[in-house]
Antibody, heavy 116, light 107 residues
């Protein structure tokens, strides 16, 4: 069974850093396209980043240069390193397994709150 | 970036109604269009990919159509478990953008 479990969210001050993790089971992270999508409180979905099985990465303009997507094959885990956090980064962050080019399996999400 | 515009933003419908949601892309995206369902406090659930292909396990009351810039999601007979917010997403080019969502409420 495919399962994705995000951890690492919390309250962080503006300008701070946080690393989100997404532990996968039932498939290998390194063999799949994996992505992050976020949702600000009461708002819609915003695509954040993707990593290909070959290692190529893409980012939304709003996070490029501040966020880094990566993975650890030995831990079968996807990461999102978030630096220089801003209030507008406050959101629930979902990791997803991408099949057919789109987010097919989703984790339950982890809440990141950027506030002083 | 490609803009995705859904209409309506919300709708009220009764159990048993046929419901149609429209999604329009600001430029052609072929059939690289997905639909998602999200219930309050829950993660989105993938319904359709490639504009009209049902994801495994999704009931056949959901259907999608369209190509190019105009797409629709249809629920043939609305049931209580279908009251939720629905999002379209284009994955033709980066960034993969979502529509603003359509909230389906009980009349």
């Amino acid at each position: 069974e495919v399962q994705l479990v995000e951890t690492g969210g919390g309250l962080i001050q503006p300008g701070g850093s946080l690393r989100l993790s997404c532990a996968a089971s039932g498939f290998t992270v390194s063999g799949n396209y994996m992505s992050w999508v976020r949702q600000a409180p009461g708002k819609g979905l915003e695509w954040v980043s993707i990593i290909y099985n070959g290692g190529s990465t893409y980012y939304a303009d709003s996070v490029r240069g501040r966020f880094t997507i990566s993975r650890d094959s030995s831990k079968n885990t996807l990461y999102l390193q978030m630096n220089s956090l801003r209030a507008e980064d406050t959101a629930v962050y979902y990791c997803a397994r991408v099949i057919y080019g789109t987010e097919t399996y989703w984790g339950q999400g982890t809440l990141v709150t950027v506030s002083s | 970036d490609i803009q995705m515009t859904q209409s309506p933003s919300s709708l009220s419908a009764s159990v048993g109604d046929r419901v149609t949601i429209t999604c329009r892309a600001s430029q052609g995206i072929s059939n690289y269009l997905a639909w998602f369902q999200q219930k309050p406090g829950k993660a989105p659930k993938s319904l359709i990919h490639a504009a009209s292909s049902l994801q495994s396990g999704v009931p056949s009351k959901f259907s999608g159509s369209g190509s190019g810039t105009d797409f629709t999601l249809t629920i043939s007979s609305l049931q209580p478990e279908d009251f939720a917010t629905y999002y379209c997403q284009q994955y033709n080019s980066y960034p993969h953008t979502f529509g603003q969502g359509t909230k389906v409420e009980i009349k």
